[in-house]
């Protein structure tokens, strides 16, 4: 019988310390050849709202499944979170369901701890400010997780819905200055998060100084942008995956189109750089990582929150 796990039973077995290393061997795994994973299926159910499904198999790790996904922005308005997801797990070796793990805290972790696996190898050594533009979801999952891997004396962060932001700040469990404009927020930031629902440019070229990561975790769709493109064509510029970029990511797959730059400036998967090949190539680079969010992260959280959930005696088994 497979095992049900609630959104307060993954909360209660998984942290933020334990799926940023599990995201980075999940990204390594991928740009090793040791994961299959098809590109995610996704079709429009009507304007910005989308119903996606997200197979992957880890033989290495005997880590099968799926992940089921609805994003729906106006349930923002309805008091429920606008991505919704339930992950089911199988043995490879039998085809059984072994569980059903409810996927909208683990969406919202392992986005942020694959940031935070890119700021670790991305990101320069001293960055002092960080800068965070939105104050949903996203926005306090990366507060919890990139502190854990660089020391920040500033963090600011600003949002169009001042109301939200006043919310956030003064709920954030570290001093969080809240910016007047975007622009206040990034210029003069060593590390930026873009957590917003924009789907277009949210930040300007302009306002990113020499030697800044960019994280984007927005802009999913190849008819949405979230960068400036000229920030795009300026940075080195890492993915989580380059079918997906190429095929995903307005940021990317517009600027080709423009004529930006061709997929070679896709310099590498954040998966290479943890396996070794060079980031940044000096402090006055400006690195970008673009996260399109993988299957394989979905399902590395799933199992690790299936195998600790069994240990603690947490769930509720089912027959199907």
Known sequence: MPLWLSESDVRAVLTPSD?????ESALAALSAGRVHQPLRTAFELRDRCFFAVMPAYDRDHAILGAKLVTVIPENATRGIPTHLAAISLFDPDTGELTAI?????????RTAAASAVSVRHLARRDTPVLAILGSG??????????PLVRRFAEIRAWSPAAERLREFVESAPVTVHAAR????????ADVVVLATSSVNPAIADAWVGD??????IGACRPSQREIDPAL????????????????????????????????????AELGEIVNGKSGRSGEQEVTVFKSLGLAIEDLVAAHLAWQRAREAGRGLMVSL
């Open 137 to 146: 979801v996203q926005a306090r999952s990366h507060l919890e997780a990139l």
């Open 19 to 23: 799926l940023i290393p599990a995201m």
């Open 181 to 188: 404009t975007a622009e206040e927020a990034v210029r003069g």
């Open 101 to 109: 793990v409810d996927g909208r805290y683990i969406t919202e972790q």
């Open 232 to 267: 795009v064509a300026r940075s080195l510029l890492v993915v989580d995956s380059r079918e997906a970029a190429f095929r995903e990511s307005g940021d990317v797959v517009q600027a080709i189109v423009e004529g930006r730059f061709g997929e070679d400036h896709v310099y």
């Open 211 to 216: 030697g800044a990561h960019v994280v984007s």
